[in-house]
């Protein structure tokens, strides 16, 4: 079954570190991706997406991520953490129907 | 940029009642609709599509009777609990899909549905 896996379910870093968050997804043919975030009672903004095109995305609050179709992941970085990037972290896929699917989520914690 | 209004955001009923809940496109037309829930700490089920001016297409295991979905106009879309029971409580989370626009899902701010 088509899915997207997110490795690591709680990611700690301390403020200025390297945020890494992992994303790969299961399928021959490269669906469509994106990263959101998701705040507490909140709803899902879109950090960013991929379609088609560059492989290398810029998102929204310093974020990108890296299309790696020969490793089948969808990575999320931020050079430098901020208290505020504080959250929990989806990434998604759109395959051959217009579903979003969702991976498990990643919650991110920010240290000062 | 596309905003989807969600109302209400909190919502406390008695078991054995209904609640509807809205969800708003406020500057672009949503032929698709997604609502989604969420359980404590997980990711995003997606329950049903709707689509304005037809029936809702539900996802396997969803009780189409006990979650009504309406999606009367290109702007509105409703999720009613009808009969609520404790299990039902949740976070449901409404999406909307501009028409045309394939790729630009924005989601509502979510409503907390507590039974007791």
């Known amino acids: 079954a088509q899915s997207v896996t997110q490795l690591g379910s709680h990611v700690s870093v301390s403020e200025g570190a390297l945020v890494l968050l992992r994303c790969n997804y299961s399928?021959?043919?490269?669906?469509?991706l994106f990263w959101y975030v998701q705040y507490p009672n909140q709803g899902l903004q879109l950090l960013l997406k991929?379609?088609?095109?560059?492989?290398l995305v810029k998102g929204i609050n310093g974020f990108e991520a890296e299309f790696k179709k020969s490793e089948t992941s969808f990575h999320l970085t931020k050079p430098s953490a901020h208290m505020s990037d504080a959250a929990e972290y989806f990434c998604a896929v759109i395959y051959n129907t217009d579903k979003l699917i969702f991976g498990t989520g990643t919650r991110l914690q920010v240290f000062p | 940029g596309a905003v989807v209004s969600q109302h209400p955001s909190r919502v406390i009923c008695k078991s054995g009642t209904s609640v509807k809940i809205e969800c708003r496109s406020l500057d672009f037309q949503a032929t698709t609709m997604f609502w989604y829930r969420q359980f404590p700490k997980q990711s995003l089920m997606l329950m049903a599509t709707s689509n304005e001016g037809s029936k809702a297409t539900y996802e396997q295991g969803v009780e189409k009777d006990k979650f009504l979905i309406n999606h009367a106009s290109l702007t509105l879309s409703t999720l009613t609990v009808t009969s609520a029971h404790p299990e039902d409580s949740s976070f449901y989370i409404c999406s909307a899909r501009p028409t045309g626009g394939y790729y630009g899902y924005t989601f509502g701010s979510g409503t907390r549905l507590t039974v007791v």
């Open positions: 399928s021959s043919v490269p669906p469509y």
């Open positions: 991929y379609t088609t095109g560059a492989t």
